[in-house]
């Protein structure tokens, strides 16, 4: 696509219950970030793709966190048992690699609220 | 470790006149790249300009540029000829080439322009 897409934008889900994140990064783009921005916060990192495989998943917070990645191409994060101190926007962002000046091109970001 | 510091949580800046944004980092990785990100109230993370380790040259794009101290470890964002939408945060990153492919984020600063 000609851009990142992120669904959903917004995500209101109820304390304890499962919820997932899903990015299509850019036709091409072999790399994919996931970064969590909590209000007024900078970013977090979660986990980087190379393909499918995660060579980076040290900033997952608690195992509740997982992600895949199929077909090179759509990832999937998927948050476990919500608690509200899940509450933030995931933002996910693509590049065409892990070489030189390739940019991260980000997503708009998935809004979400546990109440 | 890799580190990417800003320490001006908060800038303002008169319309037309130029502002410097503070970046440091750190990094053992001989060989990297240095980015800044534009994110304005809307939440979109935009790409803004590219430093590399080796370049000799700092970057300009347009009315951006990256003053690069490689011995200092900064790398400060010159905004000339500030304008209303130029109010946003920024955020430097950092992304070493041969230590993962991790970027790394500074916790921003929020810049306002003053009419």
């Known amino acids: 696509g000609a851009g990142v897409s992120q669904s959903p934008s917004n995500k209101v889900t109820e304390k304890g219950k499962d919820v997932e994140l899903r990015c299509d990064p850019i036709?091409?783009?072999?790399?994919l970030y996931w970064y969590r921005q909590s209000l007024g916060q900078g970013l977090e990192f979660l986990i980087y793709f190379q393909g499918n495989s995660a060579p980076d998943k040290s900033g997952l917070p608690s195992d509740r966190f997982s992600a895949e990645r199929t077909g090179g191409s759509v990832s999937t994060l998927t948050i476990q048992r919500t608690q509200q101190e899940d509450s933030a926007v995931y933002l996910c962002a693509s590049s065409l690699g892990p070489q030189g000046a390739n940019v991260l091109t980000f997503g708009a970001g998935s809004r979400l609220t546990v109440l | 470790a890799q580190k990417i510091t800003q320490t001006q949580p908060g800038m303002f800046v008169q319309e037309k006149e130029a502002v410097t944004l503070d970046c440091t980092y750190d990094t053992s990785d001989p060989s990297y790249g240095l980015f800044w990100y534009k994110q304005p109230s809307s939440g979109e993370m935009i790409f803004l300009i590219y430093q590399g380790s080796y370049d000799q040259q700092n970057a300009t794009e347009g009315r951006y540029s990256l003053n690069f101290q490689k011995a200092r470890k900064s790398a400060n964002l010159v905004i000339s000829a500030s304008q209303l939408g130029d109010s946003a945060m920024y955020f430097c990153a950092m992304r070493p080439y041969n230590t993962g492919n991790q970027f790394y984020f500074g916790t921003g600063t929020s810049l306002t322009v003053i009419p």
């Open positions: 036709s091409g783009h072999t790399a």
